[in-house]
């Protein structure tokens, strides 16, 4: 998939394209219907698919502007993941605009003639059916399939997608996330939720841990990836797996526990500034593993992390005896829900047998 960043580096002469336009927070399976049907629009054509999308999201920009932070939504994925699930979903090009005050400014009437016509030659334009833009969202679908017969571009809506009667919407998603249903998230999203990202530098406080937790070796060294977001759609302590350890692209995920948020027992001024961050401690780091990695650290490598089972909220320890305590609990409780998965997955093959 070919990633522009603005409209000047859109390849000139392009033969247009099949659009559709959102922000595609989380990239859930009603996105991803829309975006098979894209796909299969645009070849029709001969043209490639294409998906606008923006950053920040609008809605940040507009909280930001009036000082209401309480206004921006809580963020499913990172730019990062969200590019990646458009690349699975076949999706051949995607255009990401800065929101900025040009753009939540130009007439709706402006963006369809010199956004959608003049710089991308849209030949077909696919929107949700609560589809609204420009200035003050004064566009909306009946205005943009008027402009489309007019200009020579066809556009069609796409309704609501459902799933056991639910409604799929990002909003969905995150309401989902943030009571910790897993399950449901796994439904919308048709896939378990991931962050992946860097692993970078932390305060090294597993290896400080390790005189607090005896028999332990390293302590609880930590894979620690930043969320770019200030407000995640997830918080908590979480079962999960970890992909991308491994020698080859084939290698078993590892299971582990993560921390995301905000670490509430840590000083607010270490390393990484108080922003948000995914801790995961890896239940097990074989031997194999750490001979593969340079010296035996995995900074720097890109990993996918998959938050399977929410164990609990963040919580706020009184010193690093207590903090050692309770990520002890946490592993116990992570290994706990891993066997499960394990029993229930053997009853099942036994029930396949018979």
């Known amino acids: 998939m070919k990633i522009f960043r603005g409209l000047r580096t859109h390849r000139a002469g392009s033969p247009g394209c099949a659009l559709t336009i959102g922000n595609f927070d989380g990239v859930h399976r009603g996105h991803q219907a829309m975006l098979a049907l894209l796909n299969n629009e645009a070849q029709h054509r001969g043209v490639p698919s294409c998906v606008m999308t923006f950053e920040p999201h609008p809605r940040d920009y507009f909280a930001a502007l009036h000082h209401k932070p309480e206004l921006a939504p809580a963020r499913i994925a990172t730019l990062r993941d969200k590019l990646q699930e458009l690349e699975r979903c076949g999706v051949d090009e995607c255009l990401v605009l800065p929101f900025n005050a040009q753009l939540a400014n130009q007439a709706p009437q402006a963006f369809i003639e010199d956004t959608l016509v003049q710089a991308l030659g849209v030949r077909y334009v696919l929107v949700g059916d609560d589809f609204r833009f420009g200035a003050k969202r004064a566009g909306d679908y009946a205005m943009l399939d ?3 017969s007019r200009m ?7 309704q609501s997608y459902e799933v056991h009667g639910l409604r799929v919407s990002s909003s969905a998603v995150r309401e989902a996330l943030a009571a910790g249903r897993m399950d449901d998230v796994t439904a919308l999203l048709g896939r378990p939720y991931s962050i992946s990202g860097h692993v970078v530098h932390g305060r090294k406080l597993g290896r400080q841990l390790a005189e607090s937790a005896p028999g332990r070796g390293d302590g609880f060294r930590t894979l620690n990836l930043r969320f770019s977001h200030w407000k995640p759609a997830a918080s908590g302590i979480f079962a999960v797996l970890v992909h991308g350890l491994g020698p080859t692209p084939a290698s078993p995920p590892l299971p582990g526990v993560a921390n995301l948020g905000v670490r509430p027992s840590l000083d607010p001024d270490d390393i990484n500034g108080g922003r948000v961050l ?10 194999a593993l750490a001979r593969s990695l340079p010296n035996g650290e995995a900074y720097g490598k890109i990993v996918r992390v ?11 320890y009184d010193g690093l005896d207590a903090l050692t305590q309770g ?5 116990d409780d992570a290994r706990a829900y891993f066997a499960s998965l394990h029993t229930q997955t053997h009853r099942q093959t036994t029930r396949d047998r018979i």
């Open 146 to 148: 008027a402009a489309g």
């Open 152 to 158: 020579g571009f066809d556009v069609a809506r796409m």
């Open 278 to 287: 995914l801790e995961t401690h890896c239940l097990q780091w074989p031997e």
């Open 306 to 316: 998959e938050l399977l089972h929410k164990l609990h909220d963040e919580l706020k």
């Open 327 to 331: 990520i002890a609990r946490d592993c």
